[in-house]
């Protein structure tokens, strides 16, 4: 029987062998070390997942702010609602060019977000991570997430790309 207590860890580790199988064996404390570096590494690993929090910037007036916010929520976002009727201030701090300006503005992760960008194009955005400031959906067009006509009217709509003074379409809808 051989007993083992490494000076950091309070308790004994005995080890039993037979003799004739075992009898040059030794336990190192380098490899007892790597081991458990090796489970203490896998444990604590998580996948990359894009960020999933928000902040909305909303006016506190209006409904369809809200509407699309409970779009992203549907697609496992989580928001904090700060309503204000300051929201040209708030583009401005976020780099959101005045033409593209609609009722909201979301800050998601590094990048901003205007108007009722549909949460499938913010997803793209955050899996993609490309080097811009964020996306718009300019105006309110019928039809766009938060925007639906009782009608089931749609207009055609495109997610614009911006940053660097560039803007660019990011996709394309209806």
Not at 20 to 28: A, C, V, W
Not at 102 to 108: D, P, R
Request: hydrophobic letters at 40%; proline letters at 6%.
């Amino acid at each position: 029987m051989e007993t083992w207590a490494a000076p950091w860890f309070t308790a004994k580790v005995t080890l039993h062998f037979e003799s004739s199988l075992m009898s040059t064996f030794k336990l190192h404390r380098r490899a007892a070390l790597i081991g458990a570096g090796a489970a203490l590494i896998a444990g604590c690993a998580k996948s990359a997942e894009p960020v999933r929090t928000m902040t909305l910037y909303k006016d506190p007036n209006c409904g369809c702010c809200t509407a699309w916010l409970d779009h992203m929520k549907q697609a496992g976002f989580k928001a904090t609602v700060i309503e204000t009727s300051d929201l040209a201030s708030v583009r401005k701090k976020l780099g959101v060019p005045e033409e593209l300006a609609s009722c909201h503005t979301a800050q998601i992760g590094r990048y901003a977000v205007e108007g009722h960008v549909p949460p499938e194009d913010v997803l793209r955005l955050l899996q993609e991570k490309p080097n811009a400031t964020g996306l718009a959906v300019p105006g309110m067009p019928i039809g766009s997430p938060g925007m639906e006509s009782p009608t089931g009217e749609r207009e055609r709509f495109q997610t614009l790309l911006f940053g660097g003074g560039q803007i660019g379409v990011f996709a394309q809808h209806g």
